[in-house]
């Protein structure tokens, strides 16, 4: 009998140890795939994108250190502000409160832009129409959907076609850096080409990149203030003046370097919350 139970438990014990090992094996196997996966995928110019995003989950953040989170839906950007909490450097750099006040009105406006468009929803107090996520390109900018309140959750294509807009205000151009300018400047053409052709009675604003902080330029060889300021050139070229205007809003949060002001920025790349009122507040005037 003893001889039984202890040849039964020898076989239990082989079993198992098969069993954990297979398993074992399977999951690093899947983790080693997903790893690979995602490094393949990622070439240069889409990594210099991809610093972009993670920065820009420290962007937009409050005194108490909260940020918005990457989302495809505009809202939940919004909500999420209150909801993570950055690192200790980033919480003892925030020391600017949100602003609560309303700037105004512009809800016949829409604003279609990456991170620092969605900093200008969660904290400019405008009513306005949002087509903003963190990373958005002009690579990715038609795959994209967003929740948009008045609407619902839509593709810009969809959204284009759904409600008419007196103003379209357009900021894209810091996640591509790293890619082919011309090839990018031609893309952001046709954007404004079907963004004409889908709202007829609209002024298109093309507004320039903010630039990033000096020590961010100094230190980036993608993402830096002279590649910004060539693109800037070439998307300023698109505006007629009329039916499409080209604003430039650096000069608000500029040192005398030309650099995105430190007092102006948590992360060299973002604004605090009381500067996108500020923002807010001069784009307003230009609509007047």
Not at 67 to 76: C, F, G, N, P
Not at 143 to 155: D, I, N
Not at 260 to 270: A, F, I, K, M, Q
Request: proline share 2%.
């Amino acid at each position: 009998m003893r001889r039984t139970v202890l040849r039964v438990s020898a076989i239990f014990a082989v079993v198992a140890f098969a069993v954990t090992s297979l398993c074992a094996c399977t999951f690093k196997k899947q983790s080693g795939s997903a790893v690979s996966l995602s490094s393949a995928a990622l070439s240069p110019a889409e990594s210099a994108s991809d610093v972009s995003r993670f920065e820009a989950k420290a962007s937009a953040s409050d005194s108490t250190g909260s940020k918005v989170s990457e989302s495809t839906s505009a809202a939940s950007q919004k909500n999420s502000v209150s909801q993570q909490s950055t690192t200790s450097k980033k919480t003892s750099t925030v020391s600017k409160k949100p602003a609560t006040e309303s700037t105004g009105n512009l809800s016949d406006t829409l604003f279609i832009g990456d991170s620092r468009t969605v900093g200008l929803m969660a904290y400019g107090g405008l009513s306005s129409d949002f087509f903003a996520t963190v990373g958005m390109s002009v690579y990715n900018i038609y795959s994209e959907s967003v929740s948009v309140p008045s609407v619902g959750t839509v593709t810009l294509h969809g959204l284009l076609g759904q409600k008419q807009y007196r103003r379209v205000f357009l900021m894209l151009g810091i996640n591509e850096i790293g890619y082919d300018t011309t090839t990018t400047a031609n893309k952001y053409r046709a954007l404004l080409d079907k963004i004409k052709g889908r709202q007829p009675n609209a002024t298109i604003y093309v507004q320039a990149n903010l630039h990033v902080g000096r020590e961010k330029s100094n230190s980036d060889a993608v993402i830096n203030n002279e590649a910004l300021n060539r693109y800037n050139k070439k998307i300023a070229a698109f505006a007629d003046g009329k039916r499409v205007v080209y604003l430039d809003a650096n000069s608000l949060f500029d040192d005398s370097t030309g650099a995105l002001s430190s007092e102006r920025t948590p992360d060299g790349v973002h604004l605090y919350a009381n500067d996108y009122v500020a923002w807010a507040k001069w784009i307003e005037k230009q609509c007047k």
